[in-house]
């Protein structure tokens, strides 16, 4: 049996969340025309901060980016301190990139793809 940690939960969560929402309102209306466009692979992008450092990561992300800002789930309200974001980029470093300077050393990028269920069957072939 795996045992996964809070933080996977909550990402794993996040993930399939997000991933029920259309595109074209995940995406943003007011989306920059760099690497959060359309092109490219999506990464979901998880900022932790601690409890302490809430506001500090808030204001950073204000300073940094406001689109980024708006795109993003946060889930200090209930004490889980992290954003969760979905973006488009054409690399893992520059999804990293979008993420606030002080929090990109922390942040984690996690490169997203979806099965099928032919590709599904297949792994179980494989096996």
């Known amino acids: 049996m795996v045992r996964r940690s809070m933080f996977e939960i909550v990402a794993i969560a996040v993930v399939v969340a997000l991933c029920a929402v259309p595109s074209s309102f995940a995406a943003g209306a007011s989306e920059a025309k760099s690497s959060t466009s359309q092109q490219g692979d999506r990464y979901i992008i998880l900022m932790?901060?601690?409890?302490?450092q809430c506001l500090k990561a808030l204001d950073e992300m204000v300073a940094s980016?406001?689109?980024l800002l708006a795109r993003t789930e946060?889930?200090?309200?209930?004490?889980?301190h992290t954003?969760?974001?979905?973006?488009?980029?054409?690399?893992?470093?520059?999804?990293?990139?979008?993420?606030?300077?002080a929090e990109r050393s922390s942040a984690r990028?996690?490169?997203?793809n979806k099965f099928t269920p032919e590709q599904i069957r297949?792994?179980?072939q494989k096996m």
């Open 109 to 112: 990028v996690i490169k997203l």
């Open 83 to 101: 954003g969760y974001v979905i973006v488009n980029a054409a690399s893992e470093e520059a999804a990293r990139n979008l993420v606030p300077a």
């Open 74 to 80: 946060w889930g200090c309200m209930v004490g889980d």
């Open 48 to 52: 932790p901060h601690t409890k302490e």
């Open 122 to 124: 297949s792994f179980h």
């Open 65 to 67: 980016s406001t689109d």
